[in-house]
Each structure stands twice: as C-alpha cells, then as structure tokens.
C-alpha cells in the first residue's frame, strides 16, 4: 500500500508569514491528492483536490502544488483562523490513505 | 441541502458488534460512493472503508478488512458499518463523508470499546 508521509507535523509561525506543509506519497498518485483543515472539535473541512484546485469559499491564501509524489500546501499569508490540523489524503485508489496530519499553531 | 447523520455510536465491550448507520440526505447515495473515517482521541483520521456509488466495490483499512463490513440500504438512502470483533483500537469518533475528495461529512458517531 501507498504510505502518505506529511512534513512538518506540527509548527509554530507568526501571524502573516507563509507557512508550507509538505505531503510525500511512497509511489505516484497522480494528482488524485485532497487537502483537508479540521480545527479543535470541528468535522474536516476539503480545503483542495485534485492537488491544487481550490474549493468554493476557501481563502484564495490557500494554495496546493505538485503531483506524481511530492504535494504542498502553503498558506501564503498565516491567519489566526488558520490554527487548525491539516491532513493530506490520496484518492486515487484504495487504501484512502490520509498522512498523519500538521498541527499548526500561531506565535 | 446536504446532510450526512450518523448513528449507532456507544459503549461496548470487547469482542462485541456494533452497527453504525449513515443516512444521507439532499442526494442520493446511488450518485456518490460514501466512504467511514474514524479518529481516536487526540489522534489522526484514518480511513476505514468505501463503497462505491453503484454498490458493487467496497474496500477496506488492513485494520480492519474482516472484521468490519460496509454495506447500504439504497430505500433509505444509508449506508452501513458492521464492526464485528471490536478492539479497544477501535475506540473512535466515526465519521461518514461523500467519497474523497470529501466535500460532505457527517458529525461523527463515538463509539468507545471498553470492559
């Protein structure tokens, strides 16, 4: 099975710096990679598909890049609304692994 | 609108079943595959299981392949999980969500494995 590894797992940045997390899938995916936010006691929220479309109502400070292995999501300006866990998971076939999640914390 | 409502979450011992629901509302589940996540507490989501949209492929988590089976009921728009041999690592918020990307997701039902 394809292993979903994420980098870092947690980080503490300021208030407006950009913030990358980085997502590794063992082998190819394609482009069939999801990002999701779940704040403290929230559902998931889709943030992304297809690695780098942007859902509908989601901060255009959002953005998600790559393909074949290596995925990022960058929040190009941090927000206190952003502290939140961010998972990555791959949908092109199962498993449906999702990676281990980043905690993200302001300073 | 839609809605995903789980259902039959609580407290059982080991070794014992539970049967998990998921009724769906504001589109049918004959469109969607519905696929289970869970999340322990303080921990990450994990996938489970889905079904697809037509019924006829389901697959599971090596977790927990022989033990749970998901299956639906498409008169009433839901989808179930049968968790057979539970294990205190089962002990989980369980949620159901649209087949990934997941852009609906229930609330979660808790379902807590103790003797």
């Known amino acids: 099975d394809i292993q979903m590894t994420q980098s870092p797992l947690s980080l503490s940045a300021s208030a407006g710096d950009r913030v990358t997390i980085s997502c590794r899938a063992s082998q190819g995916i394609g482009n069939y990679l999801a990002w999701y936010q779940q704040k403290p006691g929230k559902v998931p929220k889709l943030l992304i598909s297809?690695?780098?479309t942007l859902q509908s109502g989601v901060p255009s400070r959002f953005s998600g890049s790559g393909s074949g292995t290596d995925f990022t999501l960058t929040i190009s300006s941090l927000q206190p609304e952003d502290v939140a866990t961010y998972y990555c998971?791959?949908?092109?076939?199962?498993?449906?692994?999702f990676g281990q999640g980043t905690k993200v914390e302001i300073k | 609108q839609v809605h995903l409502v789980e259902s039959g979450g609580g407290v059982v011992q080991p070794g014992r079943s539970l049967r998990l629901s998921c009724a769906a509302s504001?589109?049918?589940?004959?469109?969607?595959?519905i696929h289970w996540v869970r999340q322990a507490p303080g921990k990450g989501l994990e996938w489970v299981a889905v079904?697809?949209?037509?019924?006829?492929?389901?697959y599971y988590a090596d977790s927990v392949k022989g033990r749970f089976t998901i299956s639906r009921d498409t008169s009433k728009n839901t989808v179930y999980l049968q968790m057979n041999s539970l294990r205190g690592e089962d002990t989980a918020m369980y949620y159901c969500a649209t087949r990934p990307p997941s852009d609906y997701w229930g609330q979660g039902t808790l379902v807590t494995v103790s003797s």
């Open positions: 297809a690695a780098s």
């Open positions: 504001g589109f049918t589940i004959t469109n969607y595959g």
């Open positions: 998971q791959k949908y092109d076939s199962a498993p449906k692994t």
């Open positions: 079904i697809s949209y037509d019924g006829n492929n389901k």
